[in-house]
């Protein structure tokens, strides 16, 4: 990367309710093969903040700490997964804040077992509770510009729309969307969760204007998660770089780059 | 006494506190969370938080995910 280039990332910030961080990828600890490889990973992709999941500890063995298995100098973002209802995630999220000490949580309710996609009802209903609660909400949400306006008159502190279905890798479906959102509402950060699959995914959907993208299987289920990670990585600067530097239009037919006068004869 | 944590019915001899419950089951009290009849019982009450009948408790830690 050039000087220039550098100089300006350094002061590109990933902003979420008055935070600042360097790295505008958010990754996932589920589904690694090893702890090991979850390490490997996280420390390849220069990434400030994990997501961890709460659940039932198992009464009938003894479990080790999954937290242990962190880098400890990583935020942890708590998220509601698996919950159906407003009330299930605002209790997730409860436990949560009082178990890690944050006020940060990925607010998921989702609406469907097959598609996991999100309840938006649900999500906005339990997202008014938690901010009155005085909790940093990140919401995962249908990628719709009305019901970012509503999370975000909800206190909402970032908006997270879907990219494509959890785990699927199918990348960006629905550009406009996120296009739009960009445009109604430049002041938001918008984070895109869920749905990349490989680093052009994440690129594009920074070129698309997302201040950050948060994943958890592109990286888990790579062949190489911390090569996928390097590469995610690298995919998040250039898409911010490219978004920043404004793209050329685009045209349907050619225009020559080499002066058309002075060809030989 | 019995009492429900996560979900499975346990017996307990005579009262105790969610403190000594968690003794009991043998868990490690760092970073976890509980929940007693669906409110968060913060870490400094555990101690003076006494069960009774019929109590359904939640016990929560973290695993990966995304």
Known sequence: MSTAATAATSKDKLNIAGRAFSSRLIIGTGKYRSYDQMRSAHDASGAEMVTVAVRRVPLDRSSESFLDHLNPSLHILPNTAGCYTAEDAIRTARLAREALQTDLVKLEVIGDQTTLFPDNEQTLEAARVLVKEGFVVLPYFNDDLIMAKKLLDAGCAAIMPLAAPIGSGLGVQNPANLRIMREQLPDATMIVDAGVGTASDAAIAMELGADGVLMNTAIAAAEDPAQMATAMKLAIEAGRLAYLAGRMPKRLYASASSPLQGVIK | ?66
């Open chain 2, 1 to 66: 006494m019995k009492v429900y944590v996560n979900g499975e019915s346990k017996d307990l001899s005579g009262t105790s506190s969610l403190a000594e419950l968690i003794t009991q089951l043998d868990l490690p009290a760092a970073r976890i969370a509980i929940e007693l009849n669906r409110e968060v019982v913060r870490r400094n009450d555990w101690g003076s938080t006494m069960l009774q009948d019929d109590d359904r408790i939640e016990i929560v830690h973290f695993v990966g995910g995304g």
